[in-house]
């Protein structure tokens, strides 16, 4: 296709594979694939269906990315490793005849541009479209075989539409236990008013019912069941920044990650998502993927279920509940602990210390009300990560009441501590120190007794603190109930059983995973469509008015605070733009006045559902035509889960983006939206590439490529700096761009070097000096097809003989099982076999069959597709080689024609021989016997016996 090259240099031939001929070549196939629409998949419908007749006959591939952030800096080498991945990947896929789908697009919602907005009054739009411009034309240059009339980014209007479309639908549920699903509201409705449902406990008010409630009470208690729902509950609150940031964006010291300014714990009103109802079922639903075990570990962990009971004390006519998974220990219940934020601390909490009152339990307060007080704003400011911390020191006050425990009737002080934490459980504990470490440091802090309700063994040191061992149950006993003697197990199916029994307690299952926390005081999110009536209660905008646009603002920043003004309220960026927020509508009622939302939607949101996106990027009827995602994502089979075929990522993402997927899925399959119940089938983690980075005497990072080596001394500027090994990225400034080896070595060298550095889903070194290897590899394979002196092609139409026969077909079934278990260093090293085979098999002037020839291009073509291209064009072929079918190989040629035996004599091995593949014994000890070793070995002695096993050894015992 291309034409050549005049010589480099004097000395170079002028027909050889350099680096310019590469740059060209590369470029000039690109702009084909764009011109052809080489990679343009048809769907078997719609906009997007012209071609279909042609892949109708074969089975679909959706292979998927997680798609970037479109980052200022652009991508660095660790990026492509997975976008290389999945381009070697569907490549393969598509010559092996299967309809591939590979996308990609851009989550563009995010911090920094809104940050760079701040700063310069720039859009972030601006910035954010412009990355974009840069990300799409690094990923054209490294020529991946992207479907670009699939690409979007989540800023897009005409996608965030349909992400708020996505909101609503989840705002018009509720969970239903009984069947386990999520149903529209008008369906919970129908049944209350039908008297065929109650309202969920803690949705009515008390001493209420459905039928007396008032439009707006019963719109309330509706609101009260929804998966989407507005919630006060405590969150990181950061005056210095003006916005609630997740548990992720604290640091373990209890300051923002970005700025370092103080946080909060603190209760605000906010969207939350119901996650917790789909607890269980993304829990059990992690057997049916193909996943790894150590991702779904993660999010096993994450979600963190546990079994127990709920046992119930009563404090002060209020009930306190308590969730344990070791009801057995209530005999050593001690004192209970509720968390600084729980509900109940102010109800319970007491006018006036009781007399005699220890010192150490009232924080030297004069009052409890101030010692409560005091502590919840100490607690505030810290992380939840830091209040987890093990073997930190033991803070806590007393609230000046006990709880009464209803197995011993023994009165318990009740304190607030900040190790208690009201998104697990019930954000209150029943403490038992002889069991459990922290509750035996707080009590040591705070002089309360220790009971031992587990036998420690003989030679246990009582001060060690607690026993966490097994053991039969002591001191648990009384009138009530005999505990002693039983084993873990039995004592507590008995003690729920007598809870049960007297109204204390119930058996249960909770979680450690909280609902989602779904909103955020940012200009650069998706607007809710959501508006306030007249009652401040919640209504969805109708579809007609989606998508609801951002209005544009002078000032993108939130309203801060000064840092340590913890009881200051949000004030998004949003809030100012008054006439976009008071707006009149006609939502059925006629045109009323309405308020709207001012939060926005945090950057998860885009990236929940943009895989279904791809399917059908153009429909603005639909979030997706029900045809097309059960073509790319449907059950291959009764009980299969569905979902893309393959989503490589960052294991970062574990148990955010992917929990945040699977839950948004599994409502939208609910609900009749989807045919599949997972998102993503199989997925795989690609492994991180490190590099040098270097710190200076203060401990920051300095530009890596501006280190210089000196008497072996590393120096920045002059100055010595220490080197250590890490991930390249930003943060170490070890950044290494592909455009700089793209430049050096052109786009398939850098391509074969990152497959060739090991198994997509392990991590590896990054050695720029190696990236010559590959260079050199692609050169030889050039030389295999091309003559460098006169650019004539080499193949020609005579048979391999049969060693090359063997050598080919066996790379072709080593490279085959490369590209299906993603480990591309096997199929290069492989393609690296057959292509040295052939240089000398081959010499220059003599002609290379065709056949073989045209199978090491095929071979190599998802790997450097480029080279491939211009190959395959010079063989004399006019279509693409991406739809070219991947070689198959003859089994003949992998099965070995003699194979060598070990020969031993009394059991250790003398000599090897080489024999036919299907040698019988007799064969075996004939040849043997003839080996000048074995004869040396037999001089002389007397063989008692011949063990002959064919294809293994052959032992002769002598005497």
Same mark, same amino acid.
């Given at each position: 296709?291309?034409?050549?090259?005049?010589?480099?240099?004097?000395?170079?031939?002028? $027909?050889?594979?350099?680096?310019?001929?590469?740059?060209?070549?590369?470029?000039?196939?690109?702009?084909?694939?764009?011109?052809?629409?080489?990679?343009?998949?048809?769907?078997? %419908?719609?906009?997007?269906?012209?071609?279909?007749?042609?892949?109708?006959?074969?089975?679909?591939?959706?292979?998927?990315?997680?798609?970037?952030?479109?980052?200022?800096?652009?991508?660095?080498?660790? $990026?492509?490793?997975?976008?290389?991945?999945?381009?070697?990947?569907?490549?393969?896929?598509?010559?092996?005849?299967?309809?591939?789908?590979?996308?990609?697009?851009?989550?563009?919602?995010?911090?920094?541009?809104?940050?760079?907005?701040?700063?310069?009054?720039?859009?972030?739009?601006?910035? @954010?479209?412009?990355?974009?411009?840069? =990300?799409?034309?690094?990923?054209?240059?490294?020529?991946?075989? $992207?479907?670009?009339?699939?690409?979007?980014?989540? =800023?897009?209007? +005409?996608?965030?539409?349909?992400?708020?479309?996505?909101?609503?639908?989840?705002?018009?549920?509720?969970?239903?236990?009984?069947?386990?699903?999520?149903?529209?509201?008008?369906?919970?409705?129908?049944?209350?008013?039908?008297?065929?449902?109650?309202?969920?406990?803690?949705?009515?008010?008390? +001493?209420?019912?459905?039928?007396?409630?008032?439009?707006?009470?019963?719109?309330?208690?509706?609101?009260?069941?929804?998966?989407?729902?507005?919630?006060?509950?405590?969150?990181?609150?950061?005056?210095?920044?003006?916005?609630?940031?997740?548990?992720?964006?604290?640091?373990?010291?209890?300051?923002?990650?970005?700025?370092?300014?103080?946080?909060?714990?603190?209760?605000?009103?906010?969207?939350?998502?119901?996650?917790?109802?789909?607890?269980?079922?993304? #829990?059990?639903?992690?057997?049916?993927?193909?996943?790894?075990?150590?991702?779904?570990?993660?999010?096993?962990?994450?979600?963190?279920?546990? @079994?127990?009971?709920?046992?119930?004390?009563?404090?002060?006519?209020? @009930?306190?509940?308590?969730?344990?998974?070791?009801?057995?220990?209530?005999?050593?219940?001690?004192?209970?602990?509720?968390?600084?934020?729980?509900?109940?601390?102010?109800?319970?909490?007491?006018?006036?210390?009781?007399?005699?009152?220890?010192?150490?339990?009232?924080?030297?307060?004069?009052?409890?009300?101030?010692?409560?007080?005091?502590?919840?704003?100490?607690?505030?400011?810290?992380?939840?990560?830091?209040?987890?911390?093990?073997?930190?020191?033991?803070?806590?006050?007393?609230?000046?009441?006990?709880?009464?425990?209803?197995?011993? +009737?023994?009165?318990?002080?009740?304190?607030?501590?900040?190790?208690?934490?009201?998104?697990?459980?019930?954000?209150?504990?029943?403490?038992?120190?002889?069991?459990?470490?922290?509750?035996?440091?707080?009590?040591?802090?705070?002089?309360?007794?220790?009971?031992?309700?587990?036998?420690?063994?003989?030679?246990?040191?009582?001060?060690?603190?607690?026993?966490?061992?097994?053991?039969?149950?002591?001191?648990?006993?009384?009138?009530?109930?005999?505990?002693?003697?039983?084993?873990?197990?039995?004592?507590?199916?008995? %003690?729920?059983?007598?809870?049960?029994?007297?109204?204390?307690?119930?058996?249960?299952?909770?979680?450690?995973?909280?609902?989602?926390?779904?909103?955020?005081?940012?200009?650069?999110?998706?607007?809710?469509?959501?508006?306030?009536?007249?009652?401040?209660?919640?209504?969805?905008?109708?579809?007609?008015?989606?998508?609801?646009?951002?209005?544009?603002?002078?000032?993108?920043?939130?309203?801060?605070?000064?840092?340590?003004?913890?009881?200051?309220?949000?004030?998004?960026?949003?809030?100012?733009?008054?006439?976009?927020?008071?707006?009149?509508?006609?939502?059925?009622?006629?045109?009323?006045?309405?308020?709207?939302?001012?939060?926005?939607?945090?950057?998860?949101?885009?990236?929940?559902?943009?895989?279904?996106?791809?399917?059908?990027?153009?429909?603005?009827?639909?979030?997706?035509?029900?045809?097309?995602?059960?073509?790319?994502?449907?059950?291959?089979?009764?009980?299969?889960?569905?979902?893309?075929?393959?989503?490589?990522?960052?294991?970062?993402?574990?148990?955010?983006?992917?929990?945040?997927?699977?839950?948004?899925?599994?409502?939208?399959?609910?609900?009749?939206?989807?045919?599949?119940?997972?998102?993503?089938?199989?997925?795989?983690?690609?492994?991180?590439?490190?590099?040098?980075?270097?710190?200076?005497?203060?401990?920051?990072?300095?530009?890596?490529?501006?280190?210089?080596?000196?008497?072996?001394?590393?120096?920045?500027?002059?100055?010595? %700096?220490?080197?250590?090994?890490?991930?390249?990225?930003?943060?170490?400034?070890?950044?290494?761009?592909?455009?700089?080896?793209?430049?050096?070595?052109?786009?398939?060298?850098?391509?074969?070097?990152?497959?060739?550095?090991?198994?997509?889903?392990?991590?590896?070194?990054?050695?720029?000096?190696?990236?010559?290897?590959?260079?050199?590899?692609?050169?030889?394979?050039?030389?295999?097809?091309?003559?460098?002196?006169?650019?004539?092609?080499?193949?020609?139409?005579?048979?391999?003989?049969?060693? @090359?026969?063997?050598?080919?077909?066996?790379?072709?079934?080593?490279?085959?099982?490369?590209?299906?278990?993603?480990?591309?260093?096997?199929? #290069?090293?492989?393609?690296?076999?057959?292509?040295?085979?052939?240089?000398?098999?081959?010499?220059?002037?003599?002609?290379?069959?065709?056949?073989?020839?045209?199978?090491?291009?095929?071979?190599?073509?998802?790997?450097?597709?480029?080279?491939?291209?211009?190959?395959?064009?010079?063989?004399?072929?006019?279509?693409?080689?991406?739809?070219?079918?991947?070689?198959?190989?003859?089994?003949?040629?992998?099965?070995?024609?003699?194979?060598?035996?070990?020969?031993?004599?009394?059991?250790?091995?003398?000599?090897?021989?080489?024999?036919?593949?299907?040698?019988?014994?007799?064969?075996?000890?004939?040849?043997?016997?003839?080996?000048?070793?074995?004869?040396?070995?037999?001089?002389?002695?007397?063989?008692?016996?011949? #063990?002959?096993?064919?294809?293994?050894?052959?032992?002769?015992?002598?005497?």
């Amino acid at each position: 296709m291309t034409q050549t090259t005049e010589p480099t240099a004097d000395g170079v031939p002028p $027909h050889r594979y350099t680096p310019a001929l590469a740059q060209q070549i590369e470029l000039a196939w690109q702009d084909r694939w764009e011109a052809e629409g080489t990679f343009h998949t048809p769907n078997p %419908v719609g906009p997007l269906s012209e071609g279909f007749d042609r892949v109708a006959d074969r089975p679909k591939a959706f292979v998927m990315d997680m798609f970037p952030y479109p980052s200022g800096a652009g991508l660095h080498v660790g $990026h492509p490793l997975g976008y290389l991945g999945t381009d070697v990947t569907s490549r393969f896929l598509r010559m092996d005849g299967r309809n591939v789908l590979h996308p990609m697009g851009y989550d563009a919602f995010g911090l920094p541009a809104e940050q760079y907005a701040v700063q310069t009054g720039q859009h972030p739009r601006v910035t @954010t479209e412009a990355n974009i411009a840069a =990300i799409s034309a690094q990923l054209r240059r490294l020529g991946v075989d $992207h479907d670009t009339r699939r690409t979007f980014a989540t =800023i897009d209007p +005409g996608y965030y539409k349909w992400t708020q479309w996505i909101f609503r639908q989840v705002f018009e549920a509720w969970f239903d236990t009984e069947t386990d699903r999520a149903r529209p509201i008008p369906e919970l409705v129908a049944e209350l008013d039908a008297g065929t449902r109650q309202p969920a406990p803690g949705t009515l008010p008390e +001493g209420q019912t459905w039928g007396a409630l008032d439009e707006v009470g019963r719109r309330r208690v509706v609101d009260a069941h929804r998966l989407a729902y507005r919630h006060s509950a405590p969150v990181n609150w950061c005056p210095g920044l003006g916005t609630v940031l997740s548990n992720e964006e604290v640091t373990a010291d209890g300051r923002s990650e970005r700025g370092n300014f103080p946080v909060f714990r603190r209760p605000l009103t906010q969207w939350m998502m119901r996650i917790t109802a789909y607890a269980e079922r993304l #829990i059990d639903d992690l057997d049916r993927l193909d996943w790894s075990d150590s991702l779904k570990q993660m999010q096993r962990n994450w979600i963190g279920r546990s @079994t127990g009971a709920r046992i119930r004390f009563g404090v002060s006519g209020e @009930t306190v509940e308590v969730f344990t998974t070791r009801p057995d220990t209530l005999f050593g219940a001690t004192y209970l602990v509720l968390a600084p934020e729980h509900p109940l601390v102010a109800a319970l909490t007491a006018d006036a210390w009781p007399a005699g009152a220890d010192p150490r339990w009232t924080g030297g307060a004069a009052t409890p009300a101030e010692a409560v007080a005091a502590y919840q704003l100490q607690a505030s400011r810290r992380s939840e990560l830091e209040r987890q911390t093990e073997g930190r020191d033991k803070t806590g006050v007393w609230l000046g009441v006990t709880a009464r425990n209803p197995l011993t +009737g023994a009165d318990l002080p009740v304190f607030i501590a900040d190790y208690v934490l009201t998104g697990y459980g019930t954000g209150a504990i029943m403490a038992v120190p002889g069991e459990d470490q922290r509750d035996w440091e707080f009590a040591q802090v705070f002089g309360l007794p220790v009971v031992r309700t587990v036998q420690p063994p003989a030679d246990f040191d009582e001060a060690s603190g607690a026993y966490t061992g097994t053991g039969p149950m002591i001191n648990s006993s009384n009138e009530q109930l005999s505990l002693d003697g039983l084993d873990k197990a039995a004592a507590i199916a008995e %003690v729920t059983e007598w809870l049960v029994a007297g109204g204390h307690g119930e058996a249960t299952t909770t979680y450690k995973l909280r609902d989602w926390l779904f909103s955020r005081q940012r200009y650069w999110g998706e607007p809710f469509p959501i508006v306030y009536d007249e009652n401040d209660l919640p209504v969805a905008v109708p579809d007609s008015m989606l998508p609801v646009l951002l209005p544009e603002v002078d000032d993108y920043s939130p309203k801060t605070f000064a840092d340590d003004d913890a009881d200051s309220q949000p004030e998004p960026p949003l809030s100012r733009a008054t006439e976009w927020t008071t707006v009149t509508l006609d939502l059925g009622e006629g045109p009323k006045e309405y308020r709207r939302e001012t939060n926005t939607m945090p950057n998860w949101a885009g990236s929940c559902w943009y895989y279904l996106r791809y399917t059908d990027p153009t429909n603005d009827q639909q979030f997706v035509d029900p045809e097309l995602e059960r073509y790319w994502m449907g059950p291959r089979e009764p009980g299969d889960v569905g979902g893309v075929d393959l989503y490589v990522g960052g294991v970062e993402h574990a148990v955010l983006h992917l929990l945040y997927a699977r839950f948004w899925h599994k409502v939208l399959f609910d609900l009749g939206h989807v045919s599949s119940e997972e998102p993503f089938r199989r997925l795989v983690n690609q492994g991180y590439i490190s590099a040098y980075a270097y710190t200076d005497a203060r401990g920051f990072y300095v530009p890596a490529a501006d280190v210089v080596e000196r008497d072996g001394q590393f120096l920045y500027e002059g100055q010595p %700096v220490n080197r250590e090994y890490g991930k390249i990225g930003k943060s170490l400034k070890n950044m290494i761009t592909p455009d700089e080896m793209i430049a050096a070595y052109g786009a398939d060298t850098f391509r074969v070097y990152e497959m060739s550095t090991g198994p997509l889903d392990q991590s590896r070194p990054w050695e720029t000096k190696a990236v010559v290897g590959s260079a050199r590899l692609l050169a030889r394979i050039w030389r295999v097809v091309v003559d460098e002196e006169t650019g004539v092609v080499r193949a020609g139409d005579v048979e391999p003989d049969d060693d @090359t026969s063997r050598a080919l077909h066996r790379a072709i079934e080593a490279v085959r099982d490369g590209m299906t278990t993603l480990r591309f260093n096997i199929a #290069i090293a492989r393609i690296t076999e057959l292509t040295n085979h052939l240089t000398a098999a081959c010499p220059p002037g003599t002609a290379v069959p065709r056949s073989v020839a045209e199978s090491l291009v095929l071979l190599v073509a998802p790997l450097a597709p480029h080279l491939a291209e211009e190959l395959w064009s010079r063989l004399g072929h006019a279509g693409s080689v991406a739809w070219a079918q991947f070689p198959v190989a003859d089994e003949q040629w992998l099965v070995d024609d003699t194979v060598e035996v070990a020969v031993q004599v009394n059991g250790k091995v003398r000599a090897q021989v080489a024999v036919p593949a299907d040698a019988d014994a007799a064969t075996l000890e004939a040849a043997a016997r003839a080996d000048e070793k074995v004869v040396a070995q037999l001089e002389g002695k007397t063989v008692r016996r011949v #063990i002959a096993v064919p294809g293994r050894l052959v032992n002769f015992v002598v005497g």
